[in-house]
């Protein structure tokens, strides 16, 4: 007993205890203070999975879905720009066999000066139809499918001394030897080869349309879903090539027809067989064009239907989103509402601490 005047005492203890419930009270109202300040800051309710509690369970496992949904995303974007390389390259091409389709014309019973400049011409065409076969996006070539570090023609450049070129250009000279058919029949033979040294494709490339069907790019664009994306060099996608004159690939008779024509002299403007040659190598053009506009249209197509795609794997990944965000982020305003709330409590306590600890039960006495 603490005594205060005659006849009155206070347990000594009274005080201690008014000021310990006040100051666990207010070390209950700090560590609230100091979670508010850390989520005003950071806008997130935890800094670790283990402060979301009960909701611990919903992020952990959203969150494995939207990395999934974002990397279908990124697969998409990742093949848009080889697919519009392909097509304006492939639309380049088809403008090339449409512009000699068209000069076949202009061989029949005109002058030998004629014959010369068309062989010329389509020599350069030659070479720039191998040039934009090998069409890069980045590292990657776009015509050469998954082995797209690999150039689809290696020698373009030097296409003319290729064996495909002076193979067809042989078969060219002896026209007036051998006819037409079989001068035709020659060159389909060598375009359509794949043996090394005739073929002017990569090795990998180099191969039968059925074995490359597992080169072709395919983007995976769902849980389960892939598309294929791309085009090869040596074979068509989805066009059906027709025709009596073709390989089969709209490519290998373009480069055909251009190699053909490359090799016609003005000598020969009047051996018996010219006219069927060029009539054949018109109608392998014109084969050509329509089943390289066929696939052209398709890649269209595909790349409409992947920007869809992406389209609606955005729309699910902003949904999980939101989900995500209700139980990790904090809503920014009634955090920082009960921030100053609680700021102004933690004062409140430490006035009344302070005014514990002056308390006096000598100022209640009456004077005597």
């Known amino acids: 007993m603490t005594q205060i005047a005659s006849g009155f005492s206070l347990p000594a203890t009274a005080g201690q205890g008014a000021r310990g419930a006040v100051l666990a009270s207010a070390a209950e109202v700090r560590d609230r203070l100091n979670v508010l300040t850390r989520q005003a800051a950071s806008g997130r309710v935890a800094d670790t999975h283990g402060g979301l509690g009960a909701q611990a369970a919903t992020s952990l496992s959203l969150r494995p879905a939207i990395s999934r949904l974002e990397s279908f995303q990124a697969n998409i974007d990742a093949v848009q720009g080889r697919m519009d390389m392909a097509r304006a390259s492939l639309d380049q091409i088809g403008g090339i066999a449409s512009t000699f389709r068209a000069r076949t014309a202009d061989l029949n019973g005109l002058s030998t000066a004629m014959v010369d400049s068309v062989a010329a011409a389509a020599r350069d065409a030659l070479r720039s139809v191998a040039s934009l076969l090998n069409a890069k996006h980045g590292d990657a070539y776009v015509f050469a499918g998954q082995d797209s570090a690999t150039a689809p023609v290696p020698e373009a450049d030097a296409i003319l001394s290729s064996g495909f070129f002076t193979e067809i250009s042989a078969a060219v000279g002896d026209l007036d030897t ?172 430490y006035q009344l601490l302070g005014g514990l600890q002056s308390l006096s039960l000598v100022k209640f006495l009456p004077a005597g």
């Open 178 to 349: 051998n006819g037409a058919a079989a001068t035709a029949a020659a060159t389909l033979a060598t375009a359509g080869s794949n043996a090394p040294g005739t073929s002017p494709f990569s090795a990998t490339l180099s191969q039968p349309a059925g074995a490359l069907d597992a080169l072709r790019d395919r983007v995976p664009v769902g849980e389960g879903r892939e598309v294929q994306v791309g085009v090869l060099a040596s074979a068509n996608s989805e066009a059906v090539s027709g025709g009596a004159s073709t390989t089969g690939s709209y490519v290998r008779d373009i480069l055909r027809a251009l190699a053909t024509l490359g090799s016609l002299s003005s000598g020969q403007i009047n051996v018996p067989g010219f006219a069927a040659l060029v009539a054949d190598v018109r109608e392998s053009l014109t084969g050509a064009e329509t089943a390289l506009g066929v696939d052209a249209g398709v890649l269209g197509d595909r790349q409409a239907a992947i920007r869809a795609d992406k389209a609606r794997l955005e729309q699910q990944a902003t949904a999980l989103r939101g989900q995500v965000s209700n139980v990790e982020d904090v809503d920014m305003a009634e955090t920082l509402s009960r921030l100053s709330l609680t700021q102004t409590q933690l004062q409140a306590s």
